[in-house]
């Protein structure tokens, strides 16, 4: 997701006389949309291994580690019914990430990147109440999560933005952010107050049943990080032309 952010920034850094080309930072991208697609996903894979510190030249803040301040989740199938809620949650592994894709559509005013992501290990704060297998269960504590094998998918609308005495700005109309997780593994300390033993139980079904869980937590997942990239593309691609991306 944060090769997205470097997207945002770097697609704001375009400036070049020729238009058959377009600068993307150092790459010179051809116009011609399949090429420039592959000149992106080239230019992605180049700046994403610097995102964990960061790339000040282009206003790239650190990814690592991704913050994600809350997650809500209401879980009501099979033998889990549970309300569950993540604050304060730390996700580290964004910055090892590789863009497979990255397809153009002047047309349709649209860009779609796909990326895969080894991995990414989450910490936070988790509160928990509800029934699993019939039994009661609550707790409060601290969790970790890792998430792995992620296949992602961002697709972002184009607009056009109208500026006084000057051509259109490109803006991002609409974002939206999903993903398929090829294995997920979660722990909740202190489930069941101080009852070891049953929290060890508990914590050993619902990774026996982390298809559940993790589906569970990719709706909000997605939400948020929809929530964290739209205002940052709204900026980015506020500074180009529309006409420099966008087909009449």
Known sequence: MWSLLCLFVVVSCVASSDKSYINFGSFVC??????????????LNTYIPQLS??????????CEPLIVPALSIQQSSGPIS???????????????????????????????????????KMTGHYQLSGQILM??????????????????????????????????????????????????SMHLDNLFGSEGELSNTMNKFLNENWQSLAEELQ???????????????????????ADDILSS
């Open 30 to 43: 051809p116009r011609e949309e399949k090429a420039l697609g592959k000149c992106l996903q080239d230019a």
């Open 53 to 62: 510190t960061g790339v000040p030249e282009y206003g790239v803040p650190p």
């Open 82 to 120: 549970v309300v569950s809620s993540y604050s304060d949650v730390t996700v580290k592994g964004p910055s090892t990430m590789r863009v497979k894709h990255v397809e153009v559509n002047s047309k349709k005013h649209q860009v779609i990147v796909k990326l895969h992501i080894p991995e990414l």
């Open 135 to 184: 039994l009661p269960i609550e707790g409060e504590g601290d969790f970790s999560a890792v998430y792995g094998d992620i296949d992602a998918k961002v697709t972002i609308i184009l607009g056009r933005k109208h500026r006084l005495n000057n051509v259109d700005a490109l803006t991002c109309k609409q974002l939206d952010v999903s993903f398929h997780v090829g294995y997920a």
């Open 219 to 241: 709706a909000p997942m997605e939400e948020a990080l929809k929530d964290f990239l739209k205002p940052l593309a709204d900026h980015a691609f506020g500074t180009l032309n």
